[in-house]
């Protein structure tokens, strides 16, 4: 990398400029000497040395350049391309569900359990913190969306049997109303606003207007987390009637604060990935 970068600091087409032809090498060696009476040793020494930390200042610049690219490259975009892999192997599962003719109860948690560990395993890489991955959906179908009432069909297996889905947590009636990121999510579906339907959440412990009927279910009414995004399942290419057919939420939390990115690639990785179950609920529903 270093060779490279000496050779492309040497071809700069700024030294076409400043070093035109030999005439123009004396010139700046000399420049002292005609401008400033400086003797003609010390002149082209200082004309040098000019030269040089130029040459110098732009083999940095390059090489601050590629190190960031590096940096980019290995710590960031490798953690999406690691994710274009992982839900490779996610999607083949679901390729082959779509496939059968009859798809048992059993078949279809058991892919979409799978489907939360790939989204666990790609949002831990990225927060570099403990993710839980949920998909919860509707109890029945009804076009007054508000009033839909909803249960935790799978969770990501490191957490589906800890201290998530307890007696009490499984007791209690989770609705649109009385969910922050439910409730707002369908505002926006009923409203008309197709394209921004996530809800992001980077600090719910500073939200005093956040709500979620889970928290009677944690000791002390303190959640677990304190990131949360939150997706429909519903079609990218959709619109106002099937987006109210919505099939659910995917959720994902985060245990540190800060966690999600609202203008990069966590949100259209699980508006990917909502878009493509979306047919297999409506399937499911209907079977």
Known sequence: MLKELFIKSVKWK????????LGGLVLILMFGSNYF???IKTS???GVISLITLWLFRFLYLLCEALIKYCHNTFIDSIWGDAIVELKNAYSEIHSLRKQEDISDTEFITVMVKLCDTLKKIFDKKTKANCCVSIKVPISSGDNLETLELYNLCRDSSHKSKSRDTEVYKQIKHRIIGNTAYSIIVNKILRGNQKHLAYVNNNIAESSDYENT??????????????????PIVPIKGNQTNHRALKGFICIDCNESNKFDENRYDIPLVQGVADGIYDLFTRRNNG
């Open 14 to 21: 700024v030294w076409r400029w400043c070093v035109p032809s």
């Open 37 to 39: 009476n400086l003797d």
């Open 44 to 46: 082209i020494l200082l």
């Open 214 to 231: 889970s928290k009677e279910a944690y000791q002390d009414g303190i959640f677990p987390y304190n990131s949360e995004l939150v997706y």
